[in-house]
């Protein structure tokens, strides 16, 4: 069981917009920033927003990150076919001497 | 440009160890943190350990703390993870991961190493 909280699947026509939630605690969302990866079948994962919003050189806009308390959330707007893939959200987490929390993962299907 | 490569697929017996190696190139091998992060065969990401290249500072994780030690070479700018006491549960692939500049964030990974137990 994971220690961030992801729903496992999302769905979305093109042209649509969908959001994945991450829910954590005070150790992890709570006092640290959230990143979000995604993962295309049969690859490494790929850093797509850091710091809670912030977009890597060569993300598009489409992708767009947020966090309020313990909570975080990815969006995707205009969804396109090559967007299906796993997600995972990640934290750093402050209990344990410190470690790297990641959610169990969502797979967004493009319909 | 930034590239880190792993080393190739292993196939390691139950109770075995094995040691997997990840070569950093492209930047200042000094100045970031490697993670290890594995994922079993359809299941999510699991982090394993951290390594601070400059001074070897590691820490792991709970569970897998007394099997898993990873270490760095300066001169060849490359880390290693070793896992011992090999179970079927170790089956994975197992990714190096570089922390960009914020604490718990991975901008490059290597392309991953399958570990298969199997006897």
């Known amino acids: 069981q994971s220690v961030l909280t992801q729903p496992p699947s999302a769905s979305g026509t093109p042209g649509q917009r969908v959001t994945i939630s991450c829910s954590g605690s005070?150790?992890?969302?709570?006092?640290?920033?959230v990143n979000w990866y995604q993962q295309l079948p049969g690859t490494a994962p790929k850093l797509l927003i850091y710091?809670?919003?912030q977009r890597p050189s060569g993300v598009p806009d489409r992708f767009s990150g947020s966090k309020s308390g313990t909570s975080a959330s990815l969006a995707i707007s205009g969804l396109q076919s090559e967007d299906e893939a796993d997600y995972y959200c990640?934290?750093?987490?402050?209990?344990?001497?410190?470690?790297?929390?990641f959610g169990g993962g969502t797979k967004l299907t493009v319909l | 440009q930034v590239q880190l490569v792993q080393s190739g697929a292993e196939v390691k017996k139950p109770g075995a160890s094995v040691k997997v190696s990840c070569k950093a190139s492209g930047y200042s091998f000094t100045t970031y943190y490697i993670h290890w992060v594995r994922q079993a065969p359809g299941q999510g990401l699991e982090w394993m350990a951290i390594i601070n290249p400059r001074s070897g500072t590691t820490t792991y994780a709970q569970k897998l703390q007394g099997r898993v030690t990873v270490t760095r070479d300066t001169s060849t700018s490359t880390v290693y993870m070793d896992l011992s006491s090999l179970t079927f549960e170790d089956t994975a692939v197992y990714y190096c991961?570089?922390?960009?500049?914020?604490?718990?964030?991975?901008?490059?990974w290597g392309q991953g190493i399958l570990v298969t137990i199997s006897s």
């Open positions: 710091s809670n919003s």
């Open positions: 990640a934290a750093w987490d402050d209990s344990l001497n410190g470690h790297v929390v």
């Open positions: 005070s150790s992890n969302i709570g006092g640290n920033t």
């Open positions: 991961a570089r922390e960009g500049v914020v604490r718990g964030n991975f901008d490059y």
